[in-house]
């Protein structure tokens, strides 16, 4: 039997190849065939990362074997040898999985450096500063990924030998500085270790090879994979690769390069660098680097190979690139390049350009912008006028669009308990972030640090996730300890309120208002190319005039989930509901309901008015009775005395509503079936209201009235009855022609196995994914976050059931109804109301399965839009 293949020189790859060699090796790979100066090297496979885990965390011998072949085969094609004392190979792992994951996986530099290679580089290149450099690099790099020692430790005795030299930069150090460091960091491993630092190159490879397959699963990757929709079994490939030095002295470099502005979008090439550094001082932001503009001074031949090399890129990839690149004694080589992480802005700009310049179709441009990056466009922005007035604190590098408001904090768990615990809004300020903050930046509304480019890891992160970011603000004095910040001779407390505008820098002192979105230009082309490619129709969830408003705005095709206890429980009609509650008998209850009536009847007008002639599903009472009641001792009587009861009688009407799981309680289709006068006069409110409309407007309204909660077929069939017969009635009365659906909310798994008899009574589907969940999983969405998250942490659940559909189970049950459905009714009309309708993953599942629509909430009918076209393009449907 042939031995399976784990590792691949990069020559043996290609760019199709993502999936088992990862991104950065497919890129890798892609690069070295079509000429890029790239460093030569090989890539341990996505398998061997999987084979890791299933092995108990091991690293199997068919696979060291291997990677020790490539070796060698590198070796032979660099003449030089791993752990040689002539001329040493020294190389870098890099973690590469098949989605970017920028700094949430871990990286060694310098491998293959001990005390006699070291020496061997210093003579080689007669510049020990340089190879002294690199040795300390190395043993902290390794130190912290590998062995878990706190990489603080080492910047502090770092600190320590700056402070007694009376330097500020790292580079000012000379080379017996760097040896004395050297023997500090080997003295530090060997305390904390108990063991002293490896010195044989191929045991370093080995124990950095499986701490990045380790780095899979650190806690930093997991929130980001849960984040972006990437599942654990895709594991991560990693690279090993020739090391080329941009420390070497001033006729080297490193840096990071865009082909286009990933903020603004501007096609204008956008780089930074740093002279006589590695790559990790670029990205780090701790040192503040040099745009690529003055290298075309420093450096002129190299600027213009540069901008050569990164418009093939984008030529090829026919996408913006982010590239990071070294400088080696006056040579140039690419260590990688990918698709670039860009603000919203700036994808729907690059997107709109390179059709534009037609390097892709309006299909393929619809295919470059997240969906869920929309959200970023689609919320408020600083007010003008209010920014006129306001005078900046402090400015630094608008790394990130969009404007921020909130209290400070200094670290990413204080930031995340404020935020999570508190709901508060959070503003994270930090010298400079780095990957571990990730769940801290996940929480905060903005970004501000100290130190760092726009390329550094603040702004790249905060880029993706759509957060506000401004960094590099020198501006800005910064206590992480005693929790302060200092900005124009005023201290800024933890907790105190500060502004940020990450389209301009600024930083402001306290509150700022904001003023609301509006969708023109790159944005409003984008979306128009959307809604010409997709087949999914895209409706909005709103419960009144000025939510249906938002989402016709936003783009939705109509209304797919009108919930009309919202409207119960508004001030000027609450008492009237609690009257029709404590009712002892059908007369008093209709009385009650009397006065919701015209109430009622005034919403759904004022909403079909918003709508013109587009459709609106409209769900009759759906939660139970005792949600309308009061629990509070005080407001108990209150209410008592304001219905001319006793308190008695009420405790009395609240302690029989009271159900021990309400959420499977009396409810739904099943408050209908008690109190049919409750569906009679929602039913009236409804058609009379389209009647009305369709008189004064002229508007050919269809209403759609849905029944929820239904899981047997004779229980849809008695509330619809009663609906049939209330509308004959006023229909014949009215002599406007008006027709009308009922149809019911597939929320309820009984109801998804038995669609076929249910769709002989539902004219439509609807399904309430949320209850869906709820049902299938069988627990609560309110109770189920005390647990999750111990799911997560153990793998058990990858990602969060009720904001990504779970296809395997409540999406089975979905296909199965939706088919069901159609075979007893063939014009059946099919859609899904629930949260997972503005989840872009959950969209193409929904696209894949046949339904005619899904719906959310106003804010997310663009993303949805932009899912419906991107699941079009990717499975087409006529």
């Not at 001990?114 to 061997?120: A, C, L, S």
């Not at 429980?569 to 029709?580: L, N, T």
């Amino acid at each position: 039997m042939e031995e399976k293949k784990y590792v691949y020189l990069f020559k043996e790859g290609n760019g199709d190849m993502r999936d088992l060699l990862g991104g950065k090796g497919a890129n890798l790979a892609e690069m070295t065939n079509i000429g890029i100066p790239v460093p030569m090297g090989f890539t341990v496979t996505t398998e061997a990362c999987n084979k890791y885990y299933e092995d108990d965390e091991i690293i199997c011998d068919e696979v060291v074997n291997q990677i020790y072949n490539k070796l060698e085969q590198l070796e032979n094609e660099t003449g030089k040898q791993f752990g040689g004392l002539e001329n040493p190979l020294l190389v870098s792992v890099r973690s590469g999985a098949r989605a970017s994951m920028p700094g949430m996986m871990d990286t060694i530099l310098n491998l293959g450096l001990n005390d006699d290679t070291v020496e061997v580089m210093a003579k080689k290149t007669s510049n020990p500063r340089f190879a002294y450099d690199s040795y300390r690099r190395f043993i902290q790099m390794f130190s912290d990924v590998v062995m878990g020692i706190d990489k603080k430790l080492f910047e502090s005795i770092m600190d320590e030998k700056k402070n007694e030299k009376s330097v500020k930069l790292d580079t000012e150090l000379n080379a017996d500085d760097l040896k004395e460091l050297v023997i500090k960091f080997k003295e530090l491993y060997k305390k904390e270790i108990n063991e002293d630092f490896p010195i044989e190159p191929k045991k370093q490879l080995i124990q950095s090879i499986t701490a990045v397959f380790r780095s899979w699963n650190n806690p930093r990757a997991i929130v980001y994979r849960r984040l972006n929709d990437i599942p654990s079994s895709w594991g991560t490939a990693v690279n090993v690769q020739e090391m080329v030095f941009g420390n070497k002295g001033n006729t080297s470099g490193t840096g990071v390069g865009f082909t286009r502005n990933p903020a603004t979008g501007e096609n204008k090439i956008f780089a930074e660098y740093l002279m006589n550094a590695q790559g990790e001082d670029v990205v780090a932001g701790i040192r503040t680097p040099q745009p690529i503009s003055k290298l075309k001074e420093d450096m002129p031949k190299i600027y213009e190979e540069f901008i050569s090399i990164a418009d093939t890129l984008e030529k090829h990839y026919k996408d913006m690139q982010d590239m990071e690149f070294t400088i080696e004694e006056g040579k140039l080589y690419f260590l990688q390049t990918r698709n670039g992480k860009r603000t919203a802005q700036a994808a729907l700009k690059v997107a709109v350009d390179l059709v534009e310049e037609g390097m892709i179709s309006k299909e393929e441009a619809v295919l470059k912008v997240d969906p869920k990056q929309l959200d970023t466009l689609l919320h408020p922005n600083f007010d003008n006028k209010e920014i006129e007035k306001s005078i900046p604190i402090a400015s630094g590098l608008p790394a990130s669009p969009g404007a921020a408001c909130g209290k400070i904090y200094f670290t990413a768990e204080t930031a995340k308990q404020a935020h999570e615990g508190r709901g508060e809004k959070v503003v994270l300020v930090r010298l400079e972030t780095s990957p571990e903050d990730i769940e801290g930046m996940v929480a905060a509304e903005g970004i501000l640090t100290v130190r760092g480019g726009m390329t550094s890891h603040a702004a790249v992160v905060a880029r993706g996730m759509g957060t506000c970011c401004v960094a590099g603000c020198g501006e800005i004095r910064v206590n992480e300890e005693e929790k302060t910040l200092i900005a124009n001779n005023v201290i800024y407390k933890e907790g105190d309120y500060i502004s940020l505008d990450g389209s301009t820098g600024n930083v402001y002192e306290g509150e700022i208002k904001t003023v609301e979105p509006a969708i023109s230009g790159y944005f409003e082309t984008l979306m128009s190319w959307a809604d010409s490619i997709r087949a999914l129709k895209i409706r909005t969830n709103a419960d009144t005039p000025k939510d249906t408003a938002q989402g016709i705005r936003f783009g939705a095709e109509g209304i797919g989930l009108c919930r009309t206890e919202h409207m119960f429980f508004a001030a000027d009609r609450i008492m009237a509901v609690r009257e029709m509650i404590v009712a002892k008998n059908e007369e008093e209850r209709k009385k009650a309901l009397n006065k919701i009536l015209p109430i009622q009847r005034q919403d759904f007008i004022e909403i079909y008015e918003e709508l013109k002639e587009k459709p609106a599903t409209i769900r009759f009472l759906d939660p139970p009775l005792h949600e309308f009641l009061p629990s509070d001792e005080a407001d108990i009587k209150e209410l008592a005395e304001d219905l001319d009861i006793t308190v008695a009688d009420l405790k009395s009407t609240i302690q029989s509503l009271h159900e021990f799981n309400p959420m499977m309680g009396h409810r739904g289709c099943r408050l209908a079936v008690s109190y049919p006068e409750i569906a009679e006069m929602q039913a009236r409110a409804v058609i009379e209201a389209a009647i009305d409309v369709k008189r004064r407007k002229g508007y050919d309204i269809v209403p759609e009235i849905m029944i929820p909660l239904v899981g047997e077929v004779k229980e849809l069939k008695c509330i619809k009855d009663v609906v049939d017969k209330v509308a004959k009635e006023i229909i014949e009365k009215s002599d406007v022609k008006l027709q009308y659906l009922v149809g019911t909310m597939i929320e309820v798994p009984r109801a998804a196995l038995t669609a076929d008899r249910i769709a002989e009574e539902a004219e439509f589907f609807s399904f309430g994914t949320n209850d869906l969940t709820q049902m299938t999983f069988g627990f609560s969405r309110d109770d189920a976050g005390n647990f999750l998250k111990h799911y997560y942490d153990k793998r058990v659940y990858e990602f969060d059931p009720f904001q990504k559909l779970d296809q395997d189970g409540v999406g089975k049950l979905v296909e199965m109804a939706a088919k069901l459905g159609r075979e007893s009714r063939s014009n059946l009309k099919v859609g899904i109301c629930g949260e997972h309708g503005g989840d872009p993953s959950s969209v193409e599942f929904f696209h894949g399965v046949g339904l005619n629509y899904v719906s959310c909430s106003p804010f997310r009918v663009p993303v949805a839009r932009l899912a419906a076209a991107q699941a079009q393009v990717k499975n087409p449907r006529k």
